[in-house]
């Protein structure tokens, strides 16, 4: 009897025993994983920015009349970098972007670069830039694009665009630099239902302002969309698509060129439109003939395909 006693008080001891030992384990891991670390932070130094104007040569000193500059910024101890220019940011790894300066004439720009290092910490630089803008956009495109008014050129206007779900061939692709909407593919009338495209609204103003309205979600293409919007929380994986991507509404900034005689809309940042695919955010117009509507194409990131969209006025 007395040995059962003495079995009994052991036991009794060795529980508690295992429960104090747990605790402290438990204790101690959840010590462990909250001492995160980033490690030695040092702020980015030796910042060197240079400027290359396109089509800058001896007969041309400030540029082409594209208005587009490549800027190039190197820094010690950086991990990403972005530029900035009235109100807009353009977010670079590689530490090169091109801009595009609209304002007609010969004008001086700053611009200032910023190098992020480890922890947030970061330094920045300004370069001024003199560049030569001969390009006016016709007055139909821009009462089509964001409802300019003639009768009152500085009246602030816009209108609001969409993916045209019931055309044929209103989202497709085919080889970079074709002449041909939608050459390999082309989605059908309603086919690309319940992705994120359909409900995205795509307002362009008079100011110079794109607004995307995702309605919660979008769609793009993989990698690109996860590389440059970050990881995907709750699309769905579809071959090389990612459907219902989550992704808030936005405003960028716009602008109108027309190299080689091609008008284009230049998206800055992560602007796009229909379908993400990354590269360089512009979009040629191809055709603007049809009342209401334009047929317009991008190259995604790889270039591997041209991606074409027909748009309406909602």
Not at 11 to 26: D, G, H, R
Not at 86 to 113: C, D, H, M, P, R
Not at 263 to 289: A, N, P, V
């Amino acid at each position: 009897m007395i040995l059962n006693i003495i079995n009994k008080i052991d036991m009794k001891n060795i529980k508690n025993l295992y429960i104090v030992l747990f605790s402290l384990m438990a204790i101690s891991y959840g010590c462990q994983e909250n001492d995160y670390s980033f490690g030695e932070i040092i702020t980015p130094s030796n910042i060197q920015i240079t400027a290359e104007l396109v089509g800058v040569d001896a007969n041309n000193p400030n540029g082409d009349g594209s208005g587009e500059v490549v800027f190039k910024v190197t820094a010690d101890n950086a991990v990403s970098y972005k530029f900035e220019f009235e109100g807009a940011e353009y977010v670079t790894l590689t530490g090169e972007q091109k801009i595009i300066f609209s304002k007609l004439g010969l004008n001086t720009y700053t611009v200032t670069a910023v190098a992020s290092g480890t922890a947030g910490v970061s330094s920045s630089k300004s370069i001024q830039v003199d560049v030569l803008a001969t390009y006016s956009p016709p007055n139909d495109l821009i009462e089509k694009l964001y409802g300019f008014d003639p009768a009152n050129p500085t009246a602030t206007t816009s209108r609001t665009w969409k993916v045209k779900a019931s055309k044929d061939k209103h989202f497709g692709l085919g080889p970079v630099g074709g002449v041909v909407p939608a050459e390999w593919y082309g989605a059908g009338p309603d086919e690309k239902n319940g992705v994120g495209m359909y409900d995205d609204r795509f307002v362009f103003s008079s100011d110079g302002t794109f607004t995307h309205i995702t309605n919660g979600d979008v769609f793009g293409r993989d990698p690109m969309i996860v590389n440059d919007l970050g990881p995907n929380t709750s699309g769905s994986v579809n071959g090389a698509d990612i459907e219902n991507y989550a992704y808030a509404d936005y405003t960028e900034n716009y602008s109108l060129t027309a190299p080689g005689g091609v008008e284009t809309i230049s998206l800055t940042g992560i602007g796009f439109i229909g379908y993400y695919t990354g590269g360089d955010h512009k979009y040629q117009i191809f055709d603007r003939g049809v009342p209401n509507e334009m047929i317009l194409k991008t190259t995604d990131g790889n270039s591997e395909f041209d991606w074409w969209f027909v748009l309406t006025i909602e």
